[in-house]
């Protein structure tokens, strides 16, 4: 039997982040511990043809990656003052490791690359090789990025994490939900990438969202939170109506034109199972509200009968929990939605007026249409061709076009 | 996927440098192959001899042109290179990290293209 027969390579997309994530510990070293996890797998595509897939693959790769290393730093001069203390520390690890330990090795590692001293994009990069298993072509493709410059990134903070000795850790009781926010944050900027993709790049972008679900799936496993539940759902419920949200030609299709038959009712049930529970914890944050807002228009069977009042309510919350101007934004447009044109666009005028979403295209996209439907149609002519202006995404920028080509047409 | 690494040195600081520790880096280099072998990424390596020793070809209208040295002529030159097979640009670095000449040269990664046949 050839190592394909034993399905090695399916043991490795769902094995070797864990085997990784306990090694880094063992070892203490990211890089260390990529070369142990190498040669764990050279070792198992050698022997389990002969004698068969061991009863707890996961366990023999850690235990074989742990003697490939006894066995280099035995012989290797780099590491000469550690060497002795390392080797006596690693011989003595116990042969098999219980699961939980190993899925706390797992934790470890997604706090540890998602470490507040990282930038952003570091943090973002380090997790979706690490601890998704992605490759630096595969981050670079998704993100737009050169590979070199992604590569770099990376490079500089294993560097950062080894300097700075950030201990390998899941963070003590009182300093948890900063970093589980930080943790959370990556994940939602993940899907958000995928999600607010323009096109062209459209299958890598969808694997990254599936990505993202993944990860935030692991994340309800290995540390259950409302946040944690909360933005699983946020995710499920929005991925749900990834099928409607263009159209075949690749057109941005507004939630309250999508063909609702098309949004994927199973991921529709299964993110508001999650809101439910986070609500159940009773610790509520943003990620839930955002969710609970998300199946709120989820459980509407069409447009006109979507529960505005409900969203305007989880919008008065989610400002008092997290104040911010996009909110307000999206409050301001709940508002005009419920009917109350005038109150929606003299939030939305007060909100550009204050000048922290002057940049940003969607208030100008909002304000644009408020004015449409109060048939201000000058007013509205002038807000869409600012928010076409500011638009990075295609699918979008065409939406907008259509919309002035549309009111330029009544002049 | 495929890398090259390419290894370049200034061969006159090099040759300054005590026979012994030359001669250490040379069985450095063979022993860093093995490993390579055993880890599964080794592809192949060699070692291009100096750039005195170089000959440039040039066609031009069928007419062979060669030149007597090197198509450039740079402090820093081609000494070794490896092709290896990695999973990604990063695991790439850091196979080139670990090539004992990386200490006194630079070397650079390079992603390998497989050419493909076009139809004409």
Known sequence: MSPRDIGIDEIWRSQSRRVLATLIRLLGDFDLAEEALQDAFVAASRQWPREGVPKNPTSWLISAGRFQAIDKLRRSRRFDDLRPELIRQLSEEPEALPDQAIADDHLRLIFTCCHPVLSLEARVALTLREVCGLTTEEIARAFLLRVPAVAQRIVRAKARIRDDEIPYETPEHEHLPDRLDAVLHVIYLVFNEAYSASSGTDLIRSDLAAEAIRLGRLMTELLPDGETYGLLGLMLVHASRSAARLSPEGDIVLLADQDRSLWNQDLINEGCDFVEKAFATRHIGPYTLQAAISAVHASAPAAEETDWRQIIALYDVLLRVAPSPVVRLNRAVAIGMRGDLEKGLALVDALLVEGQLSDYHHAHAARADLNRRLGRDKAALYAYRKALELCRQEPERRFLQRRIDALAQSF | ?120
């Open chain 2, 1 to 120: 996927m495929k890398y090259m690494l390419l290894i370049y040195l200034d061969e006159a600081l090099y040759l300054e440098m005590p026979q012994s520790e030359q001669d250490g880096f040379v069985n450095a280099m063979l022993d860093h192959d093995d490993r390579l072998r055993s880890s599964g990424h080794y592809v192949t390596s060699d070692a291009p001899m100096a750039p005195s020793e170089a000959a440039t070809v040039r066609v031009r209208q069928g007419k062979l042109a060669v030149i007597d040295g090197p198509f450039m002529e740079t402090k820093e030159h081609l000494s070794g290179f490896y092709i290896i097979e990695a999973r990604d640009l990063n695991e790439a670095i850091r196979l080139a990290a670990e090539i004992p000449l990386a200490t006194v040269g630079s070397v650079e990664v390079r992603p390998v293209d497989k050419l493909e046949r076009i139809e004409q």
